[in-house]
């Protein structure tokens, strides 16, 4: 009977999925804009998931896999390099216009491959000091990508770059309308369901890694390094492996953000953003899926909701708060809320909770 209520379940909340962006359509574009940005987010959350939530790697740096993908994806389907190097020119007259069944390979094994290079001197750290050095990892890449214009022009410094191909396959390309038993699909609802197949086959990657015994050693690792080392597991290794798994969904969501935008820059890969990559994981509970899909979707589309709360409210104190920092307060006075209601997340993993209530019974 259970399964037969779940299967339910996953039969409405698949068709739910499907009809949403055909729903936000009808209040505009900008609606579905949203919700693609949110499915991004979501990408994003489950990579970072790996590294924090079952290996108990606390890393600051993950927005850096999210930029080399969309600068991967961006020198690659741009005219930045035809125009800025006449050897690339002269290989490629008509520019490199990657397909996407190369983009998301190659976005994947790059970033997984930073992934292991920042993974490898930071075996040794835990914890605070882990959290540092990532974060400065994250900060490395961001200044690189800003400066990188002299003396050779690879990444076109602050001015970024444009001109990205949007996605083509099977000879649709998503940057057009659609017209589909005489209903038009707008642009943005094709780059939904495009994210939307990349977050399911994410997940299930993340749903059997957590089963598998390679996600029991993430978790082992999490709880106890010393005795996971004890009981004949190789730290060094999962670790890495948890890194360069991680940085893989950072470094394919990059590459389809630079597609969907069309336009990248340093600006889009801030410190801010690792912040709230880390918030959504936190805030939704650590190592559980469903709890890191809501938490990646509540705070990515809460900035949105909120600027319809925010203007009144610029409104009624006559101009006088700028209305992007009223909406920050908001964000932020909602978080610590949720924090203080539900210290372990939104939706915790079911044997944290047993475990901490044993604790409290015990003390």
């Keep these: 009977m259970k399964q037969q209520q779940r299967l339910i379940t996953i039969l409405l909340a698949a068709i739910g999925l499907l009809v949403l962006p055909l729903i936000l359509q009808g209040f505009g574009n900008a609606w579905v804009r949203i919700a693609d940005m949110t499915l991004l987010f979501v990408l994003l959350s489950l990579g ?7 290996a108990g790697l ?16 961006g020198l690659m389907a741009s005219p930045h390099l035809s125009d800025t190097f006449p050897l690339f020119a002269a290989l490629f007259p008509n520019g490199l216009h990657t397909p996407l069944w ?18 490898a001197p930071t075996l040794r750290l835990r914890g605070d000091y882990l959290a540092i050095v990532t974060l400065g990892f994250g900060e490395i890449i961001r200044v690189f990508l800003n400066n990188l214009d002299h003396p ?33 699909l707008s642009s943005v609802t094709l780059y939904y369901y495009l994210f939307l197949v990349l977050v399911v086959v994410s997940v ?16 082992a690792i999490r709880e106890d390094e010393v005795a996971a080392k004890a009981m004949g597991i190789n730290t060094r290794n999962m670790k890495l492996l948890a890194f360069g798994m991680g940085a893989t969904f950072g470094g394919v969501s990059g590459a ?23 918030a959504m994981v936190v805030l939704g509970g650590l ?5 890191v899909i809501l938490g990646a979707v509540l705070l ?31 964000i932020a006075l909602a978080m610590i809320g949720v924090m203080l209601l539900r210290p372990r997340g939104l939706w915790p993993a079911p044997e944290h909770g047993k475990s901490l209530q044993r604790r409290e019974g015990q003390a």
């Excluded at 001109?163 to 083509?168: E, T, Y």
């Excluded at 299930?204 to 978790?219: K, N, Q, T, V």
């Excluded at 190592?287 to 709890?291: E, S, Y």
């Excluded at 909701?305 to 925010?310: D, F, G, H, I, T």
């Design 287 to 291: 190592g559980h899926l469903p709890g």
């Design 58 to 73: 606390l890393d600051l740096g993950f927005v850096a896999f999210f930029a080399i993908g969309a600068y991967m994806f």
């Design 48 to 54: 970072l998931n790996i590294v924090v939530g079952y």
């Design 204 to 219: 299930i990657i993340c749903h059997r890694l957590e089963l598998s015994r390679i996600g029991r050693a993430w978790m």
């Design 300 to 330: 990515a589309a809460l900035p949105e909701v909120l600027r319809y709360v925010a203007g009144p409210l610029q409104a009624m104190t006559g101009g006088r708060l700028d209305a992007a920092i009223l909406r920050q307060l908001l």
């Design 256 to 278: 389809m953000f630079a597609a969907f935008q069309g336009f990248i820059s340093p600006e889009s890969f801030s410190l801010m953003e690792s912040v709230m990559i880390v």
């Design 152 to 184: 050779f022009n690879l990444t076109n410094g602050p001015k970024g770059i444009g001109q990205i191909d949007s996605i083509k396959f099977f000879g649709f390309d998503l940057s057009k309308k659609l017209n589909l038993f005489g209903f038009d």
């Design 102 to 119: 190369l983009v998301i390979p190659l976005a994947a094994l790059l970033a997984g491959g930073f992934g292991i290079l920042l993974g």
